[in-house]
C-alpha cells in the first residue's frame, strides 16, 4: 500500500486501486471533499460504520445510482 495526501483524480485513484494499491476506503477518502460527505451520510442513513465493507457497499450505491440514471435517460 502507499500512503495518499490530499485529493486525487479519479483516474488516478482507479488505476491504483486496480493495482491493489488503495483500498476503496482509500479511494473514497482520497477523491473529493463531497465524495467523503456522501459516503459518511452513506453510513449513517445506512447505520454503517465507516470502513471498506460500508466502502464497497457504498460503490455498489454509486453503481447502481448511475446505472439507474443512465437507463432513465434511454427512456
Excluded: V
Amino acid at each position: 500500500m502507499i500512503a495518499l495526501q490530499g485529493f486525487y483524480k479519479e483516474e488516478t485513484l482507479q488505476e491504483l486501486h486496480c493495482k491493489g494499491n488503495i483500498t476503496k476506503l482509500e479511494y473514497i477518502y482520497h477523491t473529493s471533499q463531497e465524495r467523503i460527505d456522501d459516503f459518511k451520510e452513506f453510513c449513517r442513513n445506512n447505520s454503517l460504520q465507516e470502513d471498506e465493507k460500508a466502502a464497497e457497499r457504498f460503490f455498489d450505491y454509486l453503481l447502481e445510482r448511475e446505472e439507474s440514471e443512465h437507463t432513465d435517460l434511454i427512456d
